[in-house]
Every structure is written in C-alpha cells, then in structure tokens.
C-alpha cells in the first residue's frame, strides 16, 4: 500500500534526514521525501498498519528534525 503525506520543512538538507528517518521506520518499505512539493510517499510492507506505521515514522522525523510536521 502506498499513500502520500504533506508535510512541512525548512530546508532541503532537513527533506533528506525525514527521508532517512522514514526509510529506516519498522512497517516502512520505501520512502520519499519532495522538499519542492512537501510531500512525503510512503510504502508501507505488507500487513503493515499505515497509521500506527506513520505515528513512529513521525516521532523518528522529530528525532532528526524536530520542527518538521506530517500530517497524518
């Protein structure tokens, strides 16, 4: 399953951290991150539940870049 998430960010370096954050979330088997539209896709592994998935991948985020957002 994919989906697509807008998100807000300041710089495209930050873009590049959530990015990795993401890519490394449990539930997660691919992530991209566009600075130019500030959007986020995501697809998620099979079984995988995108909501509790995307709440981690959000927490990772903040880790890396802590006044980044998705919304969810």
């Known amino acids: 399953m994919k989906k697509t998430y807008k998100i ?4 495209a370096n930050c ?3 959530m990015e990795a954050a993401a890519k490394k ?3 997660v088997k691919e992530a991209v991150v566009n600075f130019m539209t500030l959007k986020m896709k995501v697809e998620f592994e099979d ?3 995108p909501k509790e998935v995307m ?3 959000r ?3 903040k880790k890396v870049e802590d006044d980044c957002e998705i919304y969810l």
């Open 8 to 11: 807000e960010v300041d710089c």
């Open 15 to 17: 873009a590049n951290e």
């Open 25 to 27: 979330t449990e539930g």
């Open 59 to 61: 927490e990772n985020c």
């Open 55 to 57: 709440e981690r991948v």
């Open 47 to 49: 079984g995988a539940d």
